[in-house]
């Protein structure tokens, strides 16, 4: 029998607002722990929330940028439950008014298109942390760290639309992709600001009805979410074939061992009790407002990469690279402005400039990171174009450039790596090759054409990189004549 899987992925990202959802306590990350806290997000009896008109207006953007209905009138819940970093006993969130819901965003999966489905957005608080002692003095006890408790989320539930991993890993990205631009989530998953459960079911293909689901948790990078949804689909058709029953479970992921390992069973799933918040009124969001926001949207990755393929011509490979952020996205642009060659452009910033950042783990996204400005690059590029450096050369400077911020003229000038493409000055070192290799020379006049390579290596070695490699090919064959 073949099964298919049937996927949904509640998605929650904080929000960069820089004070939290219901006090005016800093969100800044890193802070010494329990320094952002004050008696509202302590749950201090007697204190009151109030809503942070910021995390509303990213939660608006987020609606539309995703095609989401926006509701002018939403409520916040309480949602009961006990747990050590939850200082209230409760979390402010959204459930049966939520603000925003049935949007969609497309995807696009080994070059075919589709539409998933986004059930709702729903705005709620985050809790603390807890520390477990990983010292030898700290050992057996834990710790909580309330810097966190009551920064906003908002949390993305997706239509059960997805059918593999792949499918998963993409729609994930593309909502960070959507959130980063936006400016209103980092989008770190490995800090958690941006984090990801999985409901994976199987179902004998053809069938309507949905399999038992199992839902996935403590998966913190793209490659887990692959990795788990793969395991735990394998599993549950493991399951399934052996004429097992496949339980209705919470399942962490583990992943050093690859694998997911139950957590809670339906059983002991936690009852939240949901009631409206007393604290709080309905959250009411009239049309202008929105109409505002929306005019403050920027172009959405999907559409810049396909102004990018249409304007510029590039590979739709190439275009998905280059927006991978905002800032990437702008200096492409920049730097194809100054010099119109954008698959030239597009292949020196996915090559050397990626490569580089990688290298060093640098973002792009912060301008400071690095020094090549578009102007220094353009330049560049226009020397190689005009056959003054060579692509060897080219590269060198490139990361000089990209290191000191220096002028790409001069640090070609300083190092005497102008390239020489004089006939004279190439052919001199063409005959100074043969005359110190002559065994080399007469086997390729014997028929042995593979050395052509050899003295092209021995030649660029001469004159230390610098010869045009056309001018010197031309010049080598006239020389060598046919083989
Ligand atoms: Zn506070």
């Given at each position: 029998?073949?099964?298919e899987?049937?996927?949904?992925?509640?998605?929650?990202?904080?929000?960069?607002?820089?004070?939290?959802?219901?006090?005016?306590?800093?969100?800044?990350?890193?802070?010494?722990?329990?320094?952002?806290?004050?008696?509202?997000?302590?749950?201090?009896?007697?204190?009151?929330?109030?809503?942070?008109?910021?995390?509303?207006?990213?939660?608006?953007?987020?609606?539309?940028?995703?095609?989401?209905?926006?509701?002018?009138?939403?409520?916040?819940?309480?949602k009961?439950?006990?747990?050590?970093?939850?200082?209230?006993?409760?979390?402010?969130?959204?459930?049966?008014?939520?603000?925003?819901?049935?949007?969609?965003?497309?995807?696009?999966?080994?070059?075919?298109?589709?539409?998933i489905?986004?059930?709702?957005?729903?705005?709620?608080?985050?809790?603390?942390k807890?520390?477990?002692?990983?010292?030898?003095?700290?050992?057996?006890?834990?710790?909580?760290?309330?810097?966190?408790?009551?920064?906003?989320?908002?949390?993305?539930?997706?239509?059960?639309?997805?059918?593999?991993?792949?499918?998963?890993?993409?729609?994930?990205?593309a909502?960070?992709?959507?959130?980063?631009?936006?400016?209103?989530?980092?989008?770190?998953?490995?800090?958690?600001?941006?984090r990801?459960?999985?409901?994976?079911?199987?179902?004998?293909?053809?069938?309507?009805?949905?399999?038992?689901?199992?839902?996935?948790?403590?998966?913190?990078?793209?490659?887990?979410?692959?990795?788990?949804?793969?395991?735990?689909?394998?599993?549950?058709?493991?399951?399934?074939?052996?004429?097992?029953?496949?339980?209705?479970?919470?399942?962490?992921?583990?992943?050093?061992?690859?694998?997911?390992?139950?957590?809670?069973?339906?059983?002991?799933?936690?009852?939240?009790?949901?009631?409206?918040?007393?604290?709080?009124?309905?959250?009411?969001?009239?049309?202008?407002?929105?109409?505002?926001?929306?005019?403050?949207?920027?172009?959405?990755?999907?559409?810049?990469?396909?102004?990018?393929?249409?304007?510029?011509?590039?590979?739709?490979?190439?275009?998905?690279?280059?927006?991978a952020?905002?800032?990437?996205?702008?200096?492409?642009?920049?730097?194809?402005?100054?010099?119109?060659?954008?698959?030239?452009?597009?292949?020196?910033?996915?090559?050397?400039?990626?490569?580089?950042?990688?290298?060093?783990?640098?973002?792009?996204?912060?301008?400071?990171a690095?020094?090549?400005?578009?102007?220094?690059?353009a330049?560049?590029?226009?020397?190689?174009?005009?056959?003054?450096?060579?692509?060897?050369?080219?590269?060198?400077?490139?990361?000089?450039?990209y290191?000191?911020?220096?002028?790409?003229?001069?640090?070609?000038?300083?190092?005497?790596?102008?390239?020489?493409?004089?006939?004279?000055?190439?052919?001199?070192?063409?005959?100074?090759v043969?005359?110190?290799?002559?065994?080399?020379?007469?086997?390729?006049?014997?028929?042995?054409?593979?050395?052509?390579?050899?003295?092209?290596?021995?030649?660029?070695?001469?004159?230390?990189?610098?010869a045009?490699?056309?001018?010197?090919?031309?010049?080598?064959?006239?020389?060598?004549?046919?083989?």
């Amino acid at each position: 029998m073949k099964y298919e899987a049937v996927i949904g992925l509640e998605i929650h990202a904080q929000l960069l607002t820089s004070s939290k959802a219901f006090c005016g306590c800093s969100t800044k990350f890193g802070a010494e722990a329990n320094t952002q806290v004050c008696p509202v997000c302590l749950g201090m009896p007697g204190t009151l929330p109030v809503l942070n008109k910021k995390a509303v207006e990213f939660a608006v953007k987020m609606a539309l940028a995703t095609h989401c209905k926006i509701n002018n009138k939403s409520i916040f819940a309480r949602k009961n439950y006990f747990y050590p970093d939850l200082p209230k006993g409760y979390q402010i969130s959204q459930y049966n008014e939520p603000l925003t819901q049935k949007g969609y965003i497309d995807i696009e999966v080994a070059g075919e298109k589709k539409r998933i489905g986004i059930t709702r957005i729903h705005m709620e608080e985050d809790a603390g942390k807890l520390l477990h002692g990983e010292t030898l003095e700290d050992e057996g006890f834990s710790f909580v760290d309330l810097n966190r408790a009551g920064v906003p989320l908002i949390e993305i539930v997706s239509e059960p639309d997805i059918r593999t991993a792949e499918e998963a890993v993409e729609y994930l990205k593309a909502l960070r992709d959507i959130l980063v631009y936006l400016e209103i989530c980092d989008g770190n998953m490995e800090e958690g600001s941006f984090r990801c459960d999985a409901n994976v079911s199987i179902r004998p293909k053809g069938q309507k009805e949905f399999g038992t689901k199992a839902e996935l948790k403590n998966i913190n990078s793209f490659r887990f979410v692959q990795k788990a949804i793969e395991y735990e689909i394998k599993r549950q058709i493991e399951v399934a074939e052996d004429g097992g029953k496949i339980v209705q479970e919470t399942r962490l992921f583990d992943s050093d061992k690859g694998i997911t390992v139950s957590m809670r069973s339906k059983e002991e799933a936690h009852d939240y009790r949901y009631f409206p918040e007393p604290d709080l009124l309905p959250l009411m969001v009239d049309e202008a407002w929105i109409e505002e926001i929306k005019g403050t949207l920027p172009e959405l990755p999907a559409k810049k990469r396909e102004r990018f393929v249409r304007e510029y011509g590039i590979p739709s490979y190439d275009a998905g690279v280059l927006t991978a952020t905002r800032e990437l996205a702008n200096y492409y642009e920049e730097s194809v402005k100054l010099f119109n060659q954008p698959k030239v452009v597009s292949n020196w910033v996915m090559g050397e400039l990626l490569r580089l950042l990688k290298e060093d783990g640098k973002d792009i996204s912060k301008p400071s990171a690095f020094s090549l400005q578009p102007s220094a690059f353009a330049r560049l590029l226009k020397m190689v174009d005009a056959g003054a450096v060579n692509l060897k050369t080219a590269k060198e400077v490139f990361e000089e450039v990209y290191k000191t911020g220096k002028e790409p003229d001069a640090i070609v000038k300083e190092k005497g790596l102008v390239q020489v493409s004089d006939e004279g000055a190439i052919i001199k070192a063409i005959d100074e090759v043969i005359a110190a290799n002559p065994k080399e020379f007469a086997d390729y006049k014997a028929g042995k054409e593979k050395l052509f390579s050899f003295f092209i290596g021995q030649i660029m070695k001469a004159t230390k990189g610098q010869a045009n490699p056309q001018v010197l090919n031309k010049l080598l064959k006239e020389r060598l004549g046919k083989a």
